[in-house]
């Protein structure tokens, strides 16, 4: 078991609302990223933050937003939830930028249904 | 852009046999590769990493190749067991980016029966 937790585990939300996930990264980690899985597909990444500031961002709209605090938990934040936005989030925690070698950790992710 | 791709959605072995994974990406070489056990409702476990000058690494019963001329990377379990049943992801980290995106293959759903 890696040190990232996710909350909620499950979440039903219906089209158009907003929701909110929460990730908790490992102890000493400063950096989150977060991934959206459909079923039956490999991970996508949608944004990286660092020391509280987006570092990096894959392709997703604007509508998925973040956000990191200053004891480097994080939040991903969706607005006019779609059907296509049913999936596992993932959130990925590890330290510095990871832009070489550094080993991202992966929480147990939330499941988000949008009906 | 970049792809990963993993040929086979499921691979199905009797336990003791090798199973071997393939992936495969499809435009340039990745600075490096990594190897991702998922396990069902939850998330990605690293495995190995793999870096584009190494031929070849080993952990334990894993091993991992990288062929940068058939643009692939092969993931060996030997002596399988059927605890090893799970999700098999291959990820490509992007070298000369600032952050640390990894863009996953489908995966393959491996099951070793008793």
């Known amino acids: 078991e890696t040190g990232v937790t996710q909350s909620p585990t499950h979440l039903i939300k219906t089209r158009g609302q907003q929701v909110t996930l929460r990730c908790s990264s490992q102890?000493?980690?400063?950096?989150v990223s977060w991934y959206q899985q459909a079923l039956g597909q490999g991970p996508q990444f949608i944004f990286q933050?660092?020391?509280?500031?987006?570092?990096g961002r894959g392709n997703f709209p604007p509508r998925f937003s973040g956000l990191q605090f200053p004891n480097y938990s994080s939040e991903l934040n969706v607005n006019a939830l779609e059907l296509d936005d049913s999936a596992l989030y993932l959130c990925?925690?590890?330290?510095?930028?990871?832009?070489?070698?550094?080993?991202?950790?992966f929480g147990p992710g939330t499941r988000l249904t949008v009906t | 852009s970049q792809k990963i791709e993993q040929n086979s959605e499921a691979l199905n072995i009797q336990e003791g046999k090798t199973a071997t994974l393939t992936c495969n990406y499809t435009n340039y070489s990745p600075a490096y590769l990594q190897w991702y056990r998922q396990d069902p409702g939850r998330g990605p476990v690293f495995l190995l990493l793999?870096?584009?000058?190494?031929k070849e690494k080993r952990k334990e019963r894993l091993k991992v190749t990288f062929d940068t001329t058939l643009k692939q990377s092969l993931f060996h379990i030997t002596a399988s067991q059927p605890a090893d049943s799970a999700t098999y992801l291959c990820?490509?980290?992007?070298?000369?980016?600032?952050?640390?995106?990894?863009?996953f293959g489908q995966g393959t759903i491996l099951t070793v029966h008793p």
């Open positions: 933050y660092y020391r509280e500031e987006e570092n």
């Open positions: 990925a925690s590890s330290f510095g930028l990871a832009g070489v070698l550094n080993e991202q950790y």
């Open positions: 793999i870096r584009e000058n190494e």
């Open positions: 102890s000493g980690h400063n950096t």
């Open positions: 990820a490509e980290r992007e070298g000369g980016t600032s952050y640390g995106k990894l863009t």
